[in-house]
């Protein structure tokens, strides 16, 4: 169980062209989805979290009109990247949250992330 | 704020050998703490998790790790080190908003 897939896993595209890459829990609902970035040989840098049915929160740095997130279903988030550069150039995984027991205190008890494969992404 | 240091970029052991991967946190809260494990040009995959349960954590392929609070401590460990684990070890602790903060990673070699 819980398992999240991506598409495509790589993808290489022109300069100035735009990408759309799919998240998809296949066996569970994900209320809440990551976007990470990770360059290589460096670890993930959270990009934005990406909730169902409302607006995604990015981080401090990332620009939300150039890496659009639209959750739109409980088992699907996508990530598109707009008018991409080579400077774009790099892995990008995402994550699914499995909501788990709920402990005293509301601290998310046993919440876990799950990843998906991952894209790489090539802009020429 | 949450925060996780791996300390070593790369360990090299020899296949049989005990691994050891060291993880230090930093939490104002009593931290939710996670090991995964990164295969080239692949996702991560969930080795181990601590919720505040058994501070000695059990996981999956034969790791496991401690959480030990006086130490600000969550070291993973596998006795004999089979080839299959050459990969890139990354700890996180989970902070607010249910957000992970991953440490620098680890990449293990393993040598016959």
């Known amino acids: 169980g819980a398992v999240v897939s991506q598409h495509p896993s790589r993808v290489i595209c022109k300069s100035g062209t735009s990408v759309k890459i799919e998240c998809r829990s296949l066996d569970f609902q994900a209320t809440t989805m990551f976007w990470y970035r990770q360059f290589p040989k460096q670890s993930l840098m959270l990009m934005a979290t990406?909730?169902?049915?409302?607006?995604?929160?990015?981080e401090q740095g990332v620009e939300k009109d150039k890496f659009l997130i639209n959750h739109a279903s409980l088992t699907l988030s996508t990530l598109t990247v707009t008018s991409a550069h080579p400077e774009d150039s790099s892995f990008y995984i995402c994550?699914?949250?499995?909501?788990?027991?709920?402990?005293?205190?509301?601290?998310?008890?046993?919440?876990?992330?799950?990843f998906g494969p991952g894209t790489r992404l090539t802009v020429l | 704020a949450q925060s996780v240091t791996q300390l070593g970029s790369h360990v090299s052991v020899s296949e049989g050998a005990l691994v050891l991967l060291r993880c230090n946190y930093s939490s104002s809260v009593p931290p939710y703490l996670f090991w995964y494990v990164q295969y080239p040009n692949q996702g991560l995959q969930l080795l181990l998790k601590?919720?505040?349960?058994?501070?000695l954590v059990k996981g999956i392929n034969g790791f496991e790790a401690e959480f030990k609070k006086s130490e600000t401590s969550f070291h993973l460990t596998k006795p004999s080190a089979h080839m299959s684990d050459a990969a890139e070890y990354f700890c996180a602790v989970r902070a607010a908003g249910n957000k992970l903060t991953f440490g620098g990673g680890t990449r293990v070699l393993v040598k016959p």
């Open positions: 994550s699914a949250r499995l909501a788990g027991v709920r402990l005293a205190g509301g601290r998310g008890g046993t919440d876990t992330q799950y």
């Open positions: 990406s909730n169902e049915g409302s607006k995604a929160t990015y």
């Open positions: 601590y919720t505040s349960a058994a501070t």
